[in-house]
Every structure is written in C-alpha cells, then in structure tokens.
C-alpha cells in the first residue's frame, strides 16, 4: 500500500499564486508516477498534470504554461505550482500515483483550492 498525503491548498485571488504538495511513504517501490487530479463541484474528476519518475510530465491544456508538476524522489514527494489562477481552477485536488501504463490505485484525501474572483 502507499499512502498519499496533501497539503497546500487554500483560498486565492485571481491572478495569484498556489503550490501544493503531496507526500507518499509505504511501498513507494511500487509505484512510478504521480500525478494531480482535480473534481469541481458537479463536475467529473479530470487530470491536470501527471510525472514519471524519469521525469516526463502531462499536462491538461487548461492548465499548460500556468501550472508546473515536479517531485522529489529523493523524499518521495510531487508538487504543483500554479499560477495565474483562475476563478475556473477552483476545485478539490487529489494527488494520485501508480504504475505508469496500468490503473493508478493510489489517492490522496484532496485539498480544496479556491479562487475568488
């Protein structure tokens, strides 16, 4: 098992500026991506950024040249930075992780980010 934990989330103008965080531990042998989910209210849960542990990242075109995905293997974490935010980017964040190429099993609780207008 892996457990996800993320932190980082809050409330932010349009325009500013978030980065959140996502800390694994367990099996993390097991797993070789992460990523950054995303579910606005009546909406499905879409992916906004994913990263290999090579480095190869995945970006949702909403959010490309404004969110950066990077991580740490070193201390097994992944982060999302996100810029010039939008009342839109407004959701809870999940992180995820698994295996690349097969169904990731691994989810965090979610940090809600919102952003005012």
């Known amino acids: 098992q892996v457990q996800l934990v993320e932190s980082g989330g809050g409330l932010v103008q349009a325009g500013g500026s978030l980065r959140l965080s996502c800390a694994a531990s367990?099996?993390?042998?097991?797993?070789?991506?992460m990523g950054w989910y995303r579910q606005a209210a009546g909406k499905q849960r879409e992916s906004v950024a994913t990263i290999r542990t090579v480095g190869t990242t995945t970006y949702a075109d909403s959010v490309k040249g404004r969110f950066t995905i990077s991580r740490d293997n070193a201390n097994n974490a992944v982060y999302l930075q996100m810029n010039s935010l939008k009342p839109e980017d407004t959701a809870v964040y999940y992180c995820r992780a698994g295996r690349w190429g097969a169904p990731w099993p691994y989810w965090g609780q979610g940090t809600q980010v919102t952003v005012s207008s």
């Open positions: 367990g099996r993390i042998s097991s797993i070789n991506a």
